[in-house]
């Protein structure tokens, strides 16, 4: 099992750009979630979903879409990045229980 | 507002004595709590985790305690290893999959 992959690991992009984050995991798991960390501050989730075709939105959903059209994969899209969008994004999955299984991380830089 | 706090950023301890890291919550609805640890360049991966139905977990030589009454709990590793040397999460859920981290204890084991 590869476990949960993301791509790229890092991307720096254009204040305006539009971008996408891939994350897929290869352990059929129903919820998968999208979180941001930034310096000396905590995991903060940006969008979940329970299932293929359900999402929600976190605490720090603004500026971000996501859709979960397969089990596997939770794409998660950066429509116009700005500034404040700077930060590692890490992609979770996860079955019943509250244990969530971490990606590597997506370092983005917009500048 | 941090309903997960970690007020200490970083602790030091020697090897083969104990560490002891801390986690304060303000929501009384939190009834799940786990912590993950994370090494640079990585993403945080599970180590413990503990209901609000019980005040002690264990595994091997990590151990969760949960106080209900004073919304705290904490890690303790017995002995530290210097491998244990990382940046320890503290994150409660309510009764779903969304989990809020505390903003993480930066832990050094000294050979």
């Known amino acids: 099992n590869a476990g949960v992959t993301q791509t790229p690991k890092f991307q720096v992009l254009k204040t305006g750009q539009s971008m996408t984050l891939q994350c897929a995991q290869d352990?059929?798991?129903?919820?998968m979630s999208w979180y941001r960390q930034d310096p000396g501050m905590g995991l903060r989730l940006i969008h979940y979903?329970?299932?293929?075709?359900?999402?929600d939105q976190g605490e720090v959903p603004n500026g971000y879409n996501v859709s979960r059209s397969t089990t596997e994969d939770f794409p998660l899209r950066l429509l116009s990045a700005a500034p404040s969008q700077t930060s590692v994004y890490f992609c979770?999955?996860?079955?019943?229980?509250?244990?969530?299984?971490f990606g590597p991380g997506t370092r983005l830089t917009v500048t | 507002d941090q309903q997960v706090k970690q007020n200490s950023p970083s602790l030091s301890v020697q090897e083969g004595r104990i560490s002891i890291l801390n986690c304060d919550y303000t929501?009384?609805?939190?009834?799940?709590f786990l912590w993950y640890k994370k090494y640079p360049a990585e993403g945080p991966t599970f180590l413990i985790s503990?209901?609000?139905?019980?005040d002690k977990n264990e595994d091997g030589r990590f151990t969760v305690f949960l106080n209900k009454s004073a919304k705290h709990l904490s890690l303790h590793i017995v002995p530290s290893q210097p491998g244990d040397s990382a940046v320890y999460f503290c994150?409660?859920?309510?009764?779903?999959?969304?989990?809020?981290f505390g903003k993480g204890t930066s832990l050094l084991v000294t050979p």
């Open positions: 352990m059929n798991h129903e919820y």
């Open positions: 929501n009384s609805m939190f009834d799940y």
């Open positions: 979903s329970v299932g293929a075709g359900i999402t």
């Open positions: 503990i209901s609000s139905i019980k």
């Open positions: 994150a409660a859920a309510n009764s779903g999959y969304a989990l809020n």
């Open positions: 979770a999955s996860g079955a019943g229980g509250l244990e969530q299984y």
